[in-house]
């Protein structure tokens, strides 16, 4: 088998950060849809897959921050 090459705490901190990022892009496209939805009032179906994003990516980051 190979060597693991990070420690578990770099891997739970790098993990953090990647999800961090993940949620930043998700509000930025529900900032987005508030846009959009002033031309197109029938895009406001898409606000629960995007709060769903969210959702799932403020739970990594939880469950990152558990495992340090």
């Not at 930043?24 to 895009?43: C, D, G, H, K, Y």
């Amino acid at each position: 088998m190979a060597e693991e090459t990070g420690s578990r705490s770099e891997r739970a901190r790098s993990l953090t950060v990647l999800a961090m990022v993940n949620v930043v892009i998700w509000a930025i496209s529900i900032i987005a849809l508030i846009f959009v939805m002033q031309r197109a009032p029938s895009a406001k179906g898409m606000f629960p897959i995007l709060g769903g994003g969210v959702a799932v990516g403020v739970s990594l980051i939880s469950a990152a921050s558990k495992s340090r």
